[in-house]
């Protein structure tokens, strides 16, 4: 415990000698480090996104006015990955149209008659809400005998997991650069004050100092760096996230979860850049 506490006292001493420098730096690792929580949270929104477009995924398939709602309904419930069937006759879409358009539901009065037809809403069962899958279940309702026209929104959903898969590779990319960017942040910044110390250093190991002694106050920078450059971005990250909220409604931001990872990868990545700068010792 005494060793801690002297250690860390060296650590102090050494950063008041250089404080633009140790400011410096954990503003960049900083910066690096909202970069990445930034597209993260993008990505999970993204996500969210998926999940409620999957959620209410339905097809709609429209049937001619002559056709059996009864024999279609059979047909489409043997098809796999149809969970359920309702049928909405003419009247019933027509209402249904006059409740979306609100207080334009005159429109549709003007024009005197009902152009919508009858259709069969279809659930699909859990794991088939995906726009391969969906796309097949779609082709294979289109081709039964009273059914005129068939819709999923298929289109959209694959546009979404594109999206997403795409944000997914980004990242990863991007956790990949910053890392190693933090890391010879941190790194520089440790080899510096080794630099300025060397004559202490060496001293040190005269008397008989241990290894273990002499790479303390440095892993203290290198975790007190990361650390406060993982704060520092997530204070910035919210920021953002308020500002968001002005433009987008109820944007994701699992506000602990950040701050834990911010805090802890930024916290990893300073103990990294510190055990490669100190490596140098040993040699």
Request: proline share 3%; charged share 20%.
């Amino acid at each position: 415990m005494e060793r801690n506490r002297g250690a860390f006292q060296e650590f102090r001493r050494g950063v008041r000698r250089n404080r633009a420098g140790f400011v410096m730096a954990i503003a960049v690792q900083g910066l690096c480090l909202l970069l990445f929580t930034v597209f993260a949270i993008v990505t999970l929104n993204v996500m969210k996104l998926l999940n409620v477009a999957r959620s209410r995924v339905e097809i709609f398939a429209f049937v001619s006015d002559n056709s059996n709602p009864d024999d279609l309904s059979a047909s489409l419930t043997a098809i796999t990955g149809v969970a359920g069937v309702r049928y909405v006759t003419k009247d019933e879409a027509l209402a249904e149209l006059k409740q979306d358009m609100e207080e334009s539901a005159g429109i549709a009065d003007a024009l005197g008659y009902n152009p919508l037809p009858a259709s069969l809403r279809i659930r699909l069962a859990p794991g088939y809400a995906q726009s391969g899958k969906l796309a097949e279940v779609e082709r294979k309702i289109a081709v039964l005998p009273g059914v005129i026209d068939v819709w999923s929104g298929h289109e959209l959903l694959a546009k979404l997991e594109r999206i997403f898969t795409t944000a997914l590779f980004v990242d990863v990319g991007l956790l990949l650069v910053i890392a190693v960017a933090v890391i010879f942040i941190v790194f520089q910044s440790v080899e510096s004050l080794i630099a300025t110390r060397a004559r202490e250093i060496e001293v040190m190991k005269i008397v008989g100092a241990t290894n273990s002694l002499i790479r303390r106050p440095f892993y203290w920078e290198g975790l007190f760096q990361g650390l406060m450059g993982g704060v520092l971005a997530f204070l910035l990250c919210l920021v953002l996230w308020q500002l968001a909220l002005t433009q987008i409604p109820q944007p994701l931001f699992p506000v602990v979860g950040v701050a834990l990872f911010d805090v802890i990868l930024g916290g990893l990545l300073g103990l990294m850049g510190a055990d490669i700068a100190l490596s140098r010792l040993a040699k």
